[in-house]
């Protein structure tokens, strides 16, 4: 029995010689820092009222997705109804006075044939009809300006987007020129503000990682703004299928500011017990011991599966690999 229990010993102490090992060394891993941006749309544009009047339809709210040329709401004026009003009463004069003005002059041109009416009397003639003529192509010119008015009581989105704000409301009053809604388009962003003395590490198109509800996402450092805004960087961030039920909505996301030196471990070497972390080191001699260390944050990309060792290794130390 005993003879067995010494062969097993030997056998495991063959079998951890041959262990893999892996000798700490410092390597370069990128530096993050985390920030809060903002879901902005690219172009914010106000959907105005052409004509002062009482806004009698409003068929959108805030939240409604809207394409071009979409009817917003109704203003209207009834001045421009009656004005309307005013220009069919004329027409229908002008139109009286030129069946007169038409019939003397056929009258004058069969009495000029019998020599009772002068030729300058049937030149007197025409001319009257010609002037009806031009106040009826006139006024019917003023009934088109005042038409046009009207349909321009529509309110129409000038783009495709989602509807921020409708700060109008059904039977109020409204001027030309004054916003009805206001509609982000032209697709979202993710707008961030760096501190200054990071500036020189941001560079465009560095990769940027995004915390969601559905896990981490990543982006892209898109543009950086040359102007400092309150000690800050702005920059814009390009996000594949962003979220943008809210705009002006923060996210929590990490940027690159530069790099620094780590040592990284598999994170198949770490175990837990008892909430302490241990990683099994290989001593001088040769033997397996395990060690207390604080980790830092699992690795990813060119590092995947490492995780930083903050204490209680050094480089050069070896770990044994399971």
């Given at each position: 029995?005993k003879i067995s229990s010494f062969a097993l010993l030997v056998l495991a102490s063959a079998g951890m010689a041959q262990a893999e090992?892996?000798?700490?060394?410092?390597?370069?891993?990128?530096?993050?820092?985390?920030?809060?941006?903002?879901?902005?749309?690219?172009?914010?544009?106000?959907?105005?009222?052409?004509?002062?009047?009482?806004?009698?339809?409003?068929?959108?709210?805030?939240?409604?997705?809207?394409?071009?040329?979409?009817?917003?709401?109704?203003?209207?004026?009834?001045?421009?109804?009656?004005?309307?009003?005013?220009?069919?009463?004329?027409?229908?004069?002008?139109?009286?006075?030129?069946?007169?003005?038409?019939?003397?002059?056929?009258?004058?041109?069969?009495?000029?044939?019998?020599?009772?009416?002068?030729?300058?009397?049937?030149?007197?003639?025409?001319?009257?009809?010609?002037?009806?003529?031009?106040?009826?192509?006139?006024?019917?010119?003023?009934?088109?300006?005042?038409?046009?008015?009207?349909?321009?009581?529509?309110?129409?989105?000038?783009?495709?987007?989602?509807?921020?704000?409708?700060?109008?409301?059904?039977?109020?009053?409204?001027?030309?020129?004054?916003?009805?809604?206001?509609?982000?388009?032209?697709?979202?962003?993710?707008?961030?503000?760096?501190?200054?003395?990071?500036?020189?590490?941001?560079?465009?198109?560095?990769?940027?990682?995004?915390?969601?509800?559905?896990?981490?996402?990543?982006?892209?450092?898109?543009?950086?703004?040359?102007?400092?805004?309150?000690?800050?960087?702005?920059?814009?961030?390009?996000?594949?299928?962003?979220?943008?039920?809210?705009?002006?909505?923060?996210?929590?996301?990490?940027?690159?500011?530069?790099?620094?030196?780590?040592?990284?471990?598999?994170?198949?070497?770490?175990?837990?017990?008892?909430?302490?972390?241990?990683?099994?080191?290989?001593?001088?001699?040769?033997?397996?011991?395990?060690?207390?260390?604080?980790?830092?944050?699992?690795?990813?990309?060119?590092?995947?599966?490492?995780?930083?060792?903050?204490?209680?290794?050094?480089?050069?130390?070896?770990?044994?690999?399971?």
């Amino acid at each position: 029995m005993k003879i067995s229990s010494f062969a097993l010993l030997v056998l495991a102490s063959a079998g951890m010689a041959q262990a893999e090992t892996l000798t700490l060394a410092p390597t370069e891993i990128t530096e993050w820092k985390a920030v809060q941006a903002r879901v902005e749309s690219r172009d914010v544009v106000p959907a105005r009222a052409r004509i002062g009047g009482v806004i009698e339809e409003l068929t959108i709210s805030e939240g409604d997705l809207v394409t071009a040329g979409q009817q917003l709401g109704l203003v209207k004026d009834d001045k421009i109804a009656f004005q309307i009003a005013a220009q069919d009463a004329q027409l229908a004069a002008y139109a009286a006075q030129l069946a007169t003005a038409e019939a003397e002059l056929q009258r004058g041109e069969t009495l000029v044939s019998q020599g009772v009416v002068t030729r300058q009397r049937l030149a007197q003639l025409s001319t009257d009809v010609e002037v009806i003529r031009n106040q009826i192509a006139a006024t019917q010119a003023s009934r088109a300006v005042l038409t046009q008015q009207e349909t321009e009581g529509a309110v129409i989105a000038p783009a495709d987007g989602r509807v921020l704000t409708v700060p109008a409301t059904r039977g109020s009053v409204i001027m030309p020129g004054e916003p009805v809604a206001t509609i982000g388009s032209g697709g979202f962003f993710l707008r961030l503000a760096v501190p200054e003395r990071f500036a020189g590490d941001l560079q465009a198109g560095a990769e940027i990682r995004i915390a969601t509800e559905g896990g981490e996402t990543a982006g892209r450092l898109a543009k950086l703004y040359p102007q400092i805004d309150n000690g800050r960087v702005i920059a814009d961030v390009e996000v594949d299928k962003l979220d943008t039920a809210f705009v002006n909505a923060r996210i929590l996301v990490e940027v690159p500011i530069g790099t620094r030196s780590a040592l990284l471990a598999p994170m198949s070497a770490v175990s837990t017990r008892h909430g302490i972390d241990f990683i099994s080191m290989e001593d001088p001699s040769g033997q397996t011991v395990e060690r207390t260390v604080i980790l830092g944050a699992p690795q990813d990309g060119d590092n995947d599966g490492m995780i930083e060792i903050i204490s209680g290794v050094a480089a050069g130390d070896k770990v044994v690999l399971p």
